[in-house]
């Protein structure tokens, strides 16, 4: 099943619960506009490359179109659609004032000299400028992409524009970035790993937890579950994993990971397959690399208590039917990772403002908004007694539907 074709499931499962009539399904899936182009380059080697780079603007009833840019060898246009068809419930979970969208190219930056992958960026804005901007459409980082790349974004859209930091997010902080925006999504996961403790009469102190994936958002979770308390017992990334029994030292392994190529060889644990991390006992198993990695088979296996989805779309409807069957609590995707694009809406603000914010109010208006969302998702969950993700569907669909039959249909 492809990922467009498990949103939609995950879609019209809460559709169903909701009673939604086919005239409001149908606008609801089907996206605003969709844009592929040819990115052409020259190598370093003066070869031309040329690339497919795609834009999906889902959803813009509750507010301009938002949602980040991955660069990854596997992107296509069924997945950034399906991924912006998440940012639109995703923004809407939060309650923060944007729409839905997703972009990418179909590329390994890895293989990309720093030279190679700006004009790449470049080139990408020279060719869908028009249908960006701070009122418009507002891109961000995702896998592949960081603050360097949206620094490019910023400026290159600036050329046509005038100076407008506005335009994107995720920034670097010398070019209008937030504080607490790189660290922004694995603090929300660490928050949501929190609460979903505390609403289980448990605290996060002590909690177990497994990892996978050791990029941006999985470092940032592990840090501040350790900080919270939390046993980080283990975490894998593409290269290999680590493990040990009493809890890793997380501020030694990201040390560590900063230097090597990944967690793989840390002296201060075992080495442990993806499978066996997958599949391990422990309270909270959070998976924050790809999607689809929690299959039909690893949900029969899956021993943790509760999945904390850090990733987007890291589990397929047939895994979410075994979760269920297992009453393992699963805290989707729209909810738990939502901290990254609540603090790019502050980035955006303070963009708006020209006024820049310290880190403890984004800490704290963070901290808000992800506990409050998670109050709504938790308390309609047990109320309709469903799971969590068809609750934060009906939250996120509910407050689009509203918005988009206010606005009217011409
Ligand atoms: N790429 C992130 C996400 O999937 C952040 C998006 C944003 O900040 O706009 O939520």
Known sequence: MSSLESAQRYFNLAADQMGLSANMRKLLLTPEREVKVQVAIERDNGEVATFIGYRVQHDNHRGAFKGGLRYHHEVDADEVQALATLMTWKTAVVDIPFGGAKGGIQVNPKELSAGELERLTRKFIDQIHEILGPDKDIPAPDMGTDAQIMAWIYRQYSKYHGDCPGVVTGKPLELHGSVGREE????????????????????????????????????????????????????????????????????????????????????????????????????????????????????ELAQAKVIVEAANGPTTPDADEVFERREILVVPDILANAGGVTVSYFEWVQNCQHFQWELDRVRNELHKIMVASFDKVWTTAEQKKIPMRTAAYIVGIGRVGRATQLSGIS
């Open 184 to 299: 922004a999504t694995g603090r929300g996961v660490s928050i949501i790993a929190a609460e979903t403790m505390r609403r289980l009469n448990r605290d996060i102190k002590g909690a177990t937890v497994a990892l996978q994936g050791f990029g941006n958002v999985g470092s940032f979770a592990a840090k501040f579950l350790y900080d919270a308390g939390a046993k980080v017992l283990g975490i894998s990334d593409a290269f290999g994993g680590v493990w040990n029994k009493d809890g890793l030292d997380i501020p030694g392994l990201l040390a560590y990971a900063n230097k090597n190529r990944g967690v793989q060889g840390f002296p201060g644990g075992d080495s442990v397959t993806n499978h066996e991390l997958m599949t391990s006992k422990v309270d909270i198993l959070i998976p924050a690399a790809l999607g689809g990695v929690l299959t039909k088979e690893i949900a």
